[in-house]
């Protein structure tokens, strides 16, 4: 289970490469919001395996079951879920949760590197990591296949900003150093038995000025991080990047100036449309390096764990010789994901100053009166605000769902009594002084329910 945790989405992946499935659940999404399903479906055939003879043989439709999240799809019932998959569906408010079963799996593959460490690859330190109690089937939690969920969720993204005119395209910008003809390259490679890498390029177009922020808020960082989850991106640089290092200032800096509808652009683009970490109205530009596939048919040295002993290896089975092609959805999605959290936060905000802006520059004597004089208007507000908690406490017993799960899978206690007490202290430094204890009260309320919905999923 591997979490991105954005400010209002929120993105679980779960399942491994040759398990019965791999899926998602995505929960922050505006209620009705329109998802074009077959459109969907495009997208994640971008990144299926099978679909070329410059990629893996292993045939996997990929087309993502979904379980809830939207109108009429009802929990379990993944045939009414499919037979809905020719329209476009409506979100309803509850996390969307989609499956993917693996259909083309040959497990037998892996059966003789249970105990030698693929070079490159995660199984050794996968296996300290969880004392060789690790799936090395095809990677496990480590494959490239988990980047089909993070393409669902991607790709619902990617719909909802471009109904916002903020569009996220990728493309091929070369494999193995050749921008010409990159395709040749991986056409070599697999006659070597060898295999290549590439980079990509991305561009963010339609974001307006103003999104992100200093420090730990900067664009570049948030989007990178999720780029990073893709496994085999071993580098990001945005704008001009490295050249920038050996550019002069008067070289490197954007100049600004007055376009024909009076907005701010800039003459260049050095910094890839962010200054600061926020935006500055100009295209976000960006690169990703992509690594050679690790698994290779060429003979490689490696050790075998259960002795001090080195071996040689050579990697059989289905692989791709070059994985650039196939990640370039990826990375669109991983962009989206990102972009659309911003977005949705921003507006959220947005919304949240106006209404404070209206209630600061209003009289405070004429507006206290009128409120005290109508008493239902803070009855509505507060309504209000019970429906903003309700569904934050719903997605935070989400997220407790996930933690079961973790701890069914670690054989963990369900009661973390060192974690529940730091938890209180940060809601007590948190709050103000004469609602702490309040505060802590409601909050025992909360990890009391959520110990209580934990046990039920785990005794289950």
């Known amino acids: 289970m591997s979490i991105y945790k954005g400010k209002t989405l929120t993105l679980s992946i779960f399942g491994t490469s040759h398990g019965p499935s791999v899926g998602m659940t995505l929960s922050g999404l505006p209620t009705g919001t329109v998802v074009d399903i077959p459109k969907l479906y495009d997208f994640m055939a971008r990144r299926a395996p099978g679909n070329s003879a410059l990629s893996t043989s292993r045939k996997e439709p990929d087309q993502p079951e979904f379980v809830s999240g939207f109108v009429g799809i009802q929990v379990c019932e993944v045939e009414s879920a499919m037979s809905a998959s020719s329209q476009s569906l409506m979100t309803d408010g509850a996390e969307i949760k989609a499956i993917i079963y693996n259909k083309d799996v040959q497990s037998s593959d892996y059966s003789k590197l249970a105990n ?15 004392g060789g109690k690790a799936d090395s089937r095809g990677g496990g939690a480590f494959s490239g296949r988990m980047t089909a969920p993070l393409c669902i969720a991607g790709g619902i993204c990617k719909q909802l900003l ?6 996220i395209k990728a493309s091929i910008h070369d494999i193995h150093g050749n921008n010409d003809e990159p395709l040749s390259e ?18 963010i177009s339609g974001l307006p000025a103003g999104y992100g922020g200093p420090l ?15 496994p085999a991106v071993k580098g990001v640089e945005f704008g001009a990047g490295f050249k920038s290092a ?15 509808h009076g907005i701010v652009r800039t003459r260049t683009n050095n910094c890839g449309g962010i200054l600061g970490g926020i935006s500055d109205g100009m295209d976000i530009d960006f690169h990703v ?10 003979p490689q040295h490696t050790i075998v764990y259960d002795s001090t002993e080195e071996t040689e290896i050579e990697i059989h089975g289905r692989h791709d010789p070059c994985i650039v092609p196939r990640a370039v959805p990826c990375v669109e999605a991983a962009a989206a994901l990102v972009i659309a959290d911003i977005v949705l936060t921003g507006d959220s905000e947005a919304r949240n100053s106006a209404e404070l802006l209206e209630l600061e520059t209003m009289d405070p004597l004429t507006s206290h009166n009128k409120e005290l004089a109508d008493i239902s208007s803070l009855r509505a507000s507060i309504d209000e ?19 079961a799960a973790y701890k069914i899978e670690n054989k963990l206690e369900i009661v973390d009594s060192t974690r529940e007490s730091a938890l209180l202290d940060r809601v007590r430094s948190l709050s103000s002084d004469d609602l ?8 025992r309320a909360i990890i009391s329910a959520s110990c209580k919905h934990q046990d039920k999923i785990i005794n289950n």
């Not at 991986?186 to 590439?198: C, E, H, T």
């Not at 019970?386 to 017993?397: A, H, M, S, V």
């Open 162 to 167: 471009e109904d916002k005119g903020i569009y």
């Open 289 to 298: 390096a992509v690594k050679p596939t690790p698994s290779i048919a060429r």
């Open 186 to 203: 991986i056409k070599k490679a697999q006659v070597l038995r060898d295999s290549v890498g590439g980079t990509i390029s991305c561009t």
């Open 116 to 130: 030698t460490p693929r070079p490159g690859h995660a199984d050794y330190t996968a296996h300290v990591k969880y």
């Open 436 to 443: 702490a204890e309040l505060n802590e009260y409601i909050y």
């Open 385 to 403: 605000l019970d429906g903003q908690l309700l569904q934050l406490i719903e997605k935070r017993l989400r997220i407790a769902e996930s933690v």
């Open 216 to 230: 730990f808020e900067g664009l570049e960082g948030r989007i990178a991080e999720a780029l990073y989850a893709i």
């Open 246 to 260: 050996n550019m002069y200032g008067s070289e490197n800096n954007d100049q600004f100036y007055y376009d024909e």
